[in-house]
């Protein structure tokens, strides 16, 4: 490259002078790779690398350090254009990123201690060691540098000095703290905000010039930025959780000091002609909006001053606020949106305040009134004085709530709305009413929907309302029949409906989200319940189902109202929900349509009309909605619980009562025959429903024959010598109704099930009494097993199958309408269990006194019960637990499945030829593998 030595030393010379302003990497390279010069001018070139060397010692820089790790990628592709780092922290870097990683020493640090302990111990390990302020939780530096000490790779003494040093410079922070120096620099910037605030008051009270007024709110922004210099701001939230805390103390000072000064700018203001001036407003709020900082603690302060106002109504404050809302809102592009839990979607500050503003008590509702009347005069005067148009700075929810407040102020007695709120102030609410801009405001916004008003009702809690009961009655007609049915109709004529119906379908709508909302937010702590008028609104919907024109109620009618309104709203809410979440969800919905119903009166769980007698569309309709979901409906095995069949028996008996050609026991034969649980529950809770049956009303066949049931057990049951007779003369040959005695009897512990009463049961010429309270006791049975309660049913159930196994077999093989409209459908899923159960406890021996081994029928329903225990546990196994179920994947042990496999066995293992060749081929081929094997095998062993 180089040909005499007069280029080498012209370069050299070059070299030199570059020295200074040359990179340490640079200098590195040009130290260690010098094979540029020819050997034979070497000597001219150590001045040059001894310069290099001393220079690169200034600069703190190894000249030998070429690093542990090798260069990325794009660091070496970017060390021409970029000044790379100094090597030895970018190792220390890689090092304790590589340890986060992997959770343990790189080797590459490993290789250099081992290979390369100078540049370890000179370089590296001070480097990593250089004192700081140590975090409460350690981070990924302070974890590598305890995994090195305790590997024993950092000398003792230079770890110790590292702890002193680091100490140390704690010890002098916490010195430095809470000295009166200290102390005073903290109060003097929250000082000065005091007073720039006071000035900023003083300016707007004595008529402010825009110059005064710029230039202070520039001192107080100026400020802001001083004091808030050090606060880890969160970058440009967009959304703010107003329920979500934040714990810093030093911006909520900040946010105190301002909002205190903001009142009283707002209190001081100058009044013209009446009113407060707000051209000051608009320029404070920009300025706020350019502190970011700021918005999260300034909105959840602002949310907390209106959210928490029960009984506060009297602070002058909260008036005072109001115009800082007008003016985010008008500003709202500089401020991030809010919200709350169970929001939609994300809202202004301005919008959330209106709407969920408490009203539930007089206080809350006084308060918000003032609130709502505030943010209308502020929005009026500054539209008035500015190029803002007062339909976007007030939303819709302003208006909404504050006309429905008014409304119900009005309804209220003068003399108690003039000690809530006081006849001058209502009188100025009054007067915004009365100006044109508020009504041509309210023509752009209009008034809230039925839905909304109804909503707000139901937050009110009756013994704390500013309405008197037959005040908010009258109220409520007013409401419905002044603004919101007038208003439907108008869509309804569109649509076709009638506008009660329209009505209708609002309100229950309203009401079922009311009390499911209720249902999940209800804890333990039953103190903690909120009290509603839910009773009031019910009694309005009673009397709209009353105004039904009674030619919509004719004998036409082919669907219950109420149950077509909830059957369209489960479509809606199964619709946007996953699969696992509809059980929950229409538990849920089911619970809040079931109270609805029993706060309504009685015949309007039968009818569309109090006035007219279900037909038998109608009662088909109501027996199809109890069958369908009498999971989520029933709380035992086999009947629907006390409240629900008392509410349809009082229903059948008042129709019954007011109708002359609707006869009680026509009602019940219909009802009864329709929905099998019903006729059950009728009977298990006879008692508690006998004193319902109306004083002189006709006499019903049919409620004599459930006191007649009741009678004839007792009396079989009793042990006396009329009992012999008594088992003679059956009162009914309805299995429904003397199982479901027998059972509850069974249950309370009255009765037990005699040798005489199973004989009966046993030679009873009807195969439906003993067949259905066997069914009755499997079903129980599943049910027990869900529970995880004793099962002393067994014993009943096996007591059957030794006298009659011919007519217990049919009920496992699924020969049964019962189990599919009366059993819940958790016991019915587990016949299959009980039945294995049943060899589990008995072993073989119950069956083979009853000669049933060998036998065709017990083998096809082995098979058959194998078959569904099989699916049910590859369903709701272990493995898979089901949310449908409740107890099920702990009763489906592996132990059980592998017993019932050993049964299934066993009794192939006992069956005749005859026997497995006539088992059905559609039954065998869906067995399971191992069966199906099982039955070739022993198949052909019989042949041979």
Known sequence: MFTNKKEVMFFLSFLNNLVPFESAEYLKAHIQHASFIPSKFKVHLDDYI??????????????????????????????????????????????????????????????????????????FLPALLKPR??????????????????????????????????????????????????????????????GDMEKLANIVKSGWTGDDLRRQLSVISDGLKTMLVNVDTVSAQEVVDLEQAVMDKYVAEVVDVLLAGFCGVASTSEVKEGQRSFQWLEPFVTMLGGHSAL???????????VADKEGCSSKEEIGDCTSLFVGIQIRQ??????????????YSILEVAAEKIPISKREGMVAALRFLTGILECSLNVSSSSDVHLHDIVPSPVVHKFLYLLERFKNCEKHRRDRLIGDEKFEEILHVCRSEKFKMLVTSKGKAKLDQWVKWELQVVPHWDILYDCERHNYHHLALMGDFLPGLEKECTKTGLTVYWKAMNIIVNALMDHSRGQHLCLKEDKSEMTYSSQREIVQLLAEILSMLPAEQQGSQTIKHQLISIFDERCEEVKGGLDSELIPSVMAAEIDSFVRLLLTLPPPFILTNHITHTPNESLLSHLAKFLEENRRHLMVNSFHLPHLLTAHI???????????????????????????????????????????????????????????????????????????STSLKTTPSEDGLLLSACLLVKIHQKQIHLTDRIFNYLCTSPSHEVFQALAEVFICEIGWKLLQGEHNHFFKYLVEFIRMNYTRVLPLFAGQSTLRRRVCHPSSESLYSV??????????????????????????????????????????????????????????????????????????????LPADIQNLPDTVVQRSSPEVQSYLRIKGKQLAS
């Open 333 to 346: 592009d500089m401020y991030p949106k809010v919200k709350t839990s169970r929001m939609d979607r994300v």
């Open 834 to 911: 009980v039945f294995f159960k049943l060899f589990e406890r008995d072993d073989s021996s119950l069956w083979s006194e009853n000669q049933m081994l060998p036998s065709s029928a017990l083998l096809t329903t082995a098979l058959e019960c194998h078959i569904k225990f099989r699916d049910l546990y590859l369903l709701c196994g272990p493995l898979t637990p089901s949310r449908t179920l409740g107890h099920t994947d702990q009763i489906l042990s592996v132990e059980l499945l592998a017993a019932c496999n050993n049964t299934m066995l066993r009794l192939i293992n006992l069956s």
């Open 133 to 194: 302020m140590l975090p409460d939780i350690p981070d990924s530096k302070m974890k590598f540098i305890l995994a090195l000490n305790e590997a024993n790779k950092i000398p003792a003494e230079m770890y110790q000095e590292y702890e002193l040093k680091c100490g140390q410079m704690l010890n002098d922070l916490l010195e430095g703290a809470f000295t009166e120096e200290a102390m005073e620099e903290v109060q003097e910037p929250m000082d000065a905000l005091k």
């Open 50 to 123: 001894s310069l290099a060397k001393t220079r690169l010692q200034d600069l703190g820089v190894p000249w030998d350090a070429t690093g542990i790790f090798k260069p990325k990628q794009d660091e070496a592709a970017g060390s021409s254009k970029v000044q790379v780092k100094n090597p030895i922290e970018v190792d220390i870097s890689r090092a304790v990123q590589a340890f986060e990683e992997k959770g343990k020493i790189p080797p590459a640090v490993i290789q250099a201690i081992m290979f390369r302990r100078k540049y370890f111990h000179t370089y």
């Open 295 to 305: 918005h999260t603690m300034l909105l959840q302060k602002m949310w907390s001053s």
């Open 649 to 723: 028996f009082k229903g059948l008996t008042i129709l019954s009562s007011s109708s002359e050609s609707w006869e009680l026991d026509t009602a019940l034969t219909n009802m009864i025959t329709l929905c099998p649980l019903l006729k059950i529950s009728f009977m298990v809770h006879w008692y508690k429903l006998k004193p319902f049956t109306l004083m002189g009303s006709k006499p019903s066949v049919t409620l004599q024959q459930f006191e007649a049931v009741h009678q004839w057990i007792e009396n079989t049951t009793s042990g006396s010598e009329s009992s």
